[in-house]
């Protein structure tokens, strides 16, 4: 199956499970606030728990709790990063901002919600072994928590107040942490899964959640809002530090094709069983939200 198709086979996989989650539960607010955060998206990260998985001899009946879990957390962070407080977004995948639509209170419980049903996911017996789940959980809290997500998140907040702009070695560093680290789990959970090695899926996924920043940064610039689902260009407004305004547009371009190539040459290992990996890598820089 062809990238594309994959990536849409597996983003309605990752929905079903999710919904599953959601069957037969009251119509609370928050619980309606987690379901309407938790719809939508590329499902980019669940994606690449479920093929690391696949390459790896691991079906998606095995990985798919994982998939949603990853995709549960990360729509966690987009509820609370949308908040007043911290990005002040009125707009979430052309939809009103969980806060706009309900109100601050809901919006952060719904959050509270799906990072803890995140982990409630990654219980499951389909996923293996104690042992694997968890390592597993283990390897999630690190990524999403004060060593990375969460740091990550701590320092673009602090970026805001300081006097001079974050230099490069600083914005790469507070990507890594909150875009990458959960880029990086969801790549390695398959190895996780597989009792296999994730040093090259590790550093697969190293690469390519920095290319997935800088064509984040290239699209707040160049992007069309429409397409991109969000209000765009406000990095540039808050006077903001990102590898565009550091590095220049084509430099920066440049510097992500770089990332991908790299991020091609880690999955050596696998041949022609990573095919769907490197077409991903290609897409990062390529897509338009």
Known sequence: MS????????????????????????????????????????????FLVLESARMLGIGPEAAI????????????????????AMDNDDLRRGLPTCHVKWDEATAILAGDALQTLAFELLTDPALGSAEVRIALVAGL?????????????????????????????????????????????????????????????????????????????ILDVTGDAAKAGKRLQKDAKAGKATFVSLLGLEPARARASSLVQEACEHLAPYGTAAANLIDCARFVIARES
């Open 141 to 217: 809290a690190k990524a999403s928590g004060a060593e990375g997500m969460v740091l990550g998140q701590a320092l673009d907040i602090a970026a805001e107040t300081v006097a001079a702009p974050l230099t490069l070695p600083q914005i790469t560093t507070l990507q890594a942490g909150k875009t990458g680290a959960l880029i990086r789990f969801s790549a390695e959970a398959g190895a996780i899964l597989a009792g296999a090695d994730p040093a090259p899926l590790r550093g697969y996924a190293t690469a390519l959640g920095l290319a997935f920043q800088i064509a984040d940064d």
């Open 3 to 46: 990238f594309s198709a994959q990536l849409a086979s597996d983003a309605a996989l990752i929905q079903a499970r999710l919904d599953a989650a959601f069957a037969d539960k009251s119509q609370e607010p928050v619980l309606q606030a987690m379901a309407y955060a938790s719809a939508g998206g590329k499902r980019l990260r669940g």
């Open 65 to 84: 709790s994982a998939a949603a879990s990853v995709e549960a957390l990360h729509a966690y962070s987009l509820v609370h990063d949308d908040l007043p």
